[in-house]
Structures are given as C-alpha cells and as structure tokens.
C-alpha cells in the first residue's frame, strides 16, 4: 500500500511546518519537509543603516531572541574590520550561553517531552514513590510529596475541566509511550518548575541588554556600560545579580534536566537506532575564550564533519564563495540566472515564485515535490548536506578532543547501556543537547570570574565607538557574522555601500536543517532522519514523526523570516 500522510500543522515548534510523508505500508520511504510561510525580511534591511540593522533582524524569531541580534552586529563589525573590547565578548558570551540555556530547557520540556511523556499515565503515579524517585535523580528542592501530589491534582482538574491547553490533542495512551507512571509524573512535574525557573534566568538578558526577549545590543559592543558607582550602569549589585542567575541556572541543568533526559533515554533505547539519516555536520564556532577574536580559542569549534568520521574536521570558510551556498530548486523562490546554480549568500537573491505551487498560497492539499514545495532554501556546504545543532556541536567537541564533552558522552553512555553509534540518531540529538547545555552553563562560572578580574584590574571598557562614525567607512566593503545559535549555525551576511545596506542575508540553524531537496535530489536533514528506519505505529497518531521532526528543534520563524517582499503581514486571524 503506498500513501501520503500530512503532518500539517507540526505543533509544538516555532512557526508553520509541514511534513508529507509517502508510506510504503507502515514504513516513511520518503518524506518532505515544507516552510508554509514566506521569508523577505532581508528585502526591509536594504537601504538602511548597517548600524540599526541588528534591531530589524533581532525580530525574525521571538524564541532565540538574542542570536539575530548578535550575528547582525558581528556582521557590521566583521565588515568594518572592528574589534570590540574584551569584556563585550565575555558579556555577549554570558547572554549567547544564557540564550542557550533557556532555550534548551524550554525546548525540552514544553516542545519535546511530550513526544516521550504521557500526561494520562501521569495520573495514575503514585505521587510518594515518584518524589522519592526524583530525590534520587538530582538534589532539586522542590522535589516533595506535597509538591508531586499539588501538581498531579492540578493536571487531573486540568484535563477534567474540558479545556486541556497545551494537553488538547495529544496521543495520550499511545503504545508508543514507555515510561513507567512516576517517570511521567516527574516529568510533567518538572515541566511546570521549569517554567518558574526560566522567568528567573531570562533576568540575565535585562541586566545586560535592558529586557527580554531582543535584548538591547550595538554594533562595537554591549549596550551596558559598567561602573560600579552608578546606580543604572552594571555595577557591584547587578554583577551579584548575574553570578546568582549563574547558580540558578547551573542548579536546575545539574539537577533536574540532565538526570531527567538521562532517566527518560533509558526507556527510549531503541531510538538510539533511527533518525540519523545525514551522518553530515557543521558548526561555525562561537564563544572565545578570555575575550579573545580568535577563532582558535572558540568554546565550541568550527568544523564540518562528513560521514560519520570524527578522525577528520573539515576546514571550513563562511567568506569563500564557493563553500556556503543556498539553492532553491525546490523552494518558491527564482534566481535571476535560473534555479540550477546555487548562490553564496553575499550574492544572494530572495525572489518570490509561486510558479511551482501552481500560484495558489498555502494551504495545499498535496505537495508538487517535483517542483517547489518550501519557503526554505536549500543551503549546502562545498555541495554537501550538513546538519547543525547540538548534535554537531558536541560531535564536534568530542572530535576536538574536549575533555569535558569526552566525560559527558562516556558517562551518559555508559548510564543508558550504549554504543557511541548511538549518538547518531533521534535520541542522540535529545542526549546532545542536554550535554552541551552542561557544558555551557559550566562555562558560564569561567568567563563571569574573567570578566570580575577585568573589572577588578580597571578594565570597564564595554564599546568601540570608533566604529561608529560612517567617515571612517570604506566606501564599499562586506562581512559576515556568524554564532551558534541554540538551533545551530547561524549567519548574516552584510554587503555596506555608502554608508547604506546593499545586500543582507541570513542563513540560518532551521534553514539548513529543515530545508528541502537541491538541485541534485539531496533531501534536507528533517527529511533524511524521517526517511532513517521510521516505522510508524499508527498512522493516524503519528507520535513517531514528531519525535524525529522535534529532537531538531524547529523553528521555522527563524528560517522563513515572516514578512512578504512589500512588508504587508502573510496572515489574517479572523475572531468570531
Ligand atoms: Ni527562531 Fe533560531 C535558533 C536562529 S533557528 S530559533 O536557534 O538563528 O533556526
Ligand atoms: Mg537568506
């Protein structure tokens, strides 16, 4: 039997995804991944100030609502040839890891867990034998009988009451869960205290960037001055403020959300086997050391690995145009010299074609994979399809030789009874990014004492304003500003003529992974790891996809950007 399953809305993401997949009986033999809403936003940043560029991009996502910012101003400065203080890159360290940290554990409990977690299980735990499992796990105060017992009632009255929320439409008690009652519990526990915990740490971005999300940032910079006479500067209170956010956050990933993955992985094993599907990964680099540019003193590397084999990192270069390029054989888009050829992204073109879906907007009844089918590019590096994220990033680590990341994966191997070919899949992605968000928040405590220590030894500085006037500016000149953003690898990339913007594009996590097939056929990563040994248990509660489709970590926000060519809203809610 061969049909077409439509996964359309994907829910529990950013933004507007669409899986079609074509079955051969109970297994995906081929699958599709769409971006229903359309991109442009490069097209508004064309003419403006490179300066104020950062606050525009800041708004292609409200989820990582730092990172456009960050890449923004680093491709200002990286086309000016500007070096900013060290003490700005240890504060934009804190809030890149901040950003991480939060999203990571948003992502995990309120996006991903209920792929693995069943809330009708939940119900019928015994709330005393599943505190006494959580103390256990982790030292998280919270972790009481009182507590356990309060929010399983509260889940009981939620569900009772005909308006579930976010619990609506779930495949509640689908034999695709497999985790024992009070593992269900502690999770759905762990749910709600996370979300008292993240109102917390987001405090890191206020103090630096003013609020959150789009915390305030400027090209040469921070936007937070320090002086530690001054009552709205960051000064000796507020740096106190940072280092207990710091605490707050190490706490919570040390003692509930890595026990927590670890603890749910082991009953998930089986998915260590599927989900792979590219082998391929790259991450640009981020985080220097000490304030350093250098990109030899990165936190995490940069590198490109391809087929699996971690003896080799390829080099990779985000100015040399014939590494990164976007291809949009299959994306509503048309490059003026036709859609076999990719472009580099400092020649990049975001042009609308509607052709190949027939002229008709969203909603399809099917789509014509044969002809464009997203509003995502299809980037590729040297030719290649790559995945980015956390997976990439930890592999990358363990390539490298970082001791810590090598403990981390040995000991949650080790914990769940695993090969290292484990990593390579769905529930690799899960483990990864809760390693990594260790890690960060490890990381956190070095570059918080380091920035003490400048400001100890006179070093306040947080801003170049010599990159500021346009009279120093070459009359023409370019750059791009990469990160790892929590999604992955992320870039604009900024073309400056008089003093204006002349070109702008941004590549990023989401479109490299959730991008369709090139010119060649290649599928995308999302497309690939659904293609990797997916047996669906029931087709019509497709539980499978989701788990697949969400250890990415979608978000389509950032790589459709969400405003048409004429600046006019894409969508129309209409209240009855
Ligand atoms: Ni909108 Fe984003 C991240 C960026 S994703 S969440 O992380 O950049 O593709
Ligand atoms: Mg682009």
């Known amino acids: 039997m061969t049909e077409r399953l439509v996964v359309d809305p994907v829910t529990r993401i950013e933004g507007h995804l669409r899986i079609e997949a074509r079955m051969d009986g109970e297994r995906i033999a081929e699958a599709y991944s769409s971006g229903t809403m359309v991109r442009g936003l490069e ?10 560029a950062w606050a525009f ?3 292609i996502c409200g989820v990582c609502t730092l990172v456009h910012g960050i890449a923004s101003v680093r491709a200002v400065e990286a086309a000016l040839k500007g070096a900013i203080p060290p003490n700005a890159q240890l504060i934009r360290n804190l809030m890149i890891a901040a950003q991480h940290v939060h999203d990571h554990v948003m992502h995990f409990y309120h996006l991903h867990a209920l792929d693995w977690v069943d809330v009708a299980s939940a119900l019928r735990a015994d709330p005393k034998a599943a505190a006494a499992l959580a103390q256990r796990q982790g030292q998280w105060p919270l972790d ?4 356990f017992t309060d929010v399983q009632k509260r889940l009981h009255d939620l569900l009772k009451s005909g308006q579930p929320g976010l619990f609506a439409n779930g495949y509640w008690g689908h034999p695709a869960y497999k985790l024992p009652r009070e593992i269900n519990l502690i999770a759905l526990v762990h749910d709600l205290d996370a979300l008292a915990w993240q109102r917390e740490i987001v405090k890191l971005h206020t103090l630096f960037g003013g609020k959150n999300p789009h915390p305030n940032l400027v090209v040469g910079g921070v936007a937070s001055p ?7 500067a960051i000064n000796a209170r507020k740096l106190a403020q940072v280092q207990d956010l710091i605490q707050q956050m190490r706490e919570f990933v040390t003692q509930v959300y890595v026990p927590d993955v670890l603890s749910i992985a082991s009953y998930y094993k089986d998915w260590g086997e599927r989900g792979e599907g590219l082998g391929n990964f790259m991450s640009y680099g981020d985080l220097p050391a000490r304030g350093a540019e250098d990109p030899a003193s990165f936190l995490l590397p940069r590198g490109v690995i391809l087929g699996r084999d971690l003896r080799k990192v390829h080099e990779l270069d985000l100015d040399a145009r014939d590494q990164i390029e976007e291809y949009v054989a299959h994306s509503w888009y048309r490059y003026q010299d036709g859609n076999a050829q990719g472009l580099h992204p400092y020649a990049g073109e975001t042009a609308l074609d509607y052709e190949g879906c027939g002229g008709v907007p969203p909603p399809y009844q099917q789509l014509r994979v044969d002809d464009g ?7 590729r590096w040297r030719g290649h399809v790559v995945e980015v994220g956390p997976l990439a990033r930890v592999l990358l680590l363990h390539a490298t030789g970082h001791r810590q990341t090598r403990e981390l994966v040995k000991m949650a191997l080790r914990r769940l009874d695993l090969s290292s070919q484990a990593l390579f899949s769905t529930l690799g992605r899960t483990l990864a990014r809760a390693l990594e968000t260790q890690i960060l928040v490890d990381a956190m405590q070095t570059w918080y004492d380091d920035l003490i220590a400048n400001i100890k030894a006179g070093e306040t500085k947080t801003c170049n304003q ?6 120093n500016w070459p009359a023409r000149c370019w750059g791009v500003g990469y990160m790892e953003a929590p999604r992955g690898a992320l870039g604009h990339w900024i ?9 702008y594009q941004a590549v990023v996590p989401t479109t490299w992974n959730a991008g369709p097939r090139d010119h060649q056929g290649q599928p995308g990563a999302y497309e690939a790891a659904l293609q990797d040994r997916h047996q669906l248990h029931d087709p019509a509660r497709p539980v499978e996809i989701l788990r697949t489709v969400h250890s990415f970590d979608p978000c389509i926000a950032c790589a459709v950007h969400l405003v048409d060519p004429q600046g006019a809203g894409q969508v129309r809610i209409r209240v009855q």
């Open 466 to 471: 010599d990159l500021w006037d346009p009279v």
């Open 57 to 59: 991009a800041q708004r």
């Open 495 to 503: 073309d400056i003529e008089n003093g204006k913007i002349a070109n």
């Open 144 to 147: 009481s009988i009182g507590h």
């Open 43 to 52: 097209l508004i940043l064309r003419g403006r100030d490179p300066r104020e």
């Open 226 to 232: 320090i002086d530690l006479d001054s009552d709205t």
């Open 373 to 379: 089918y997203s509003f995502i590019k299809s980037p």
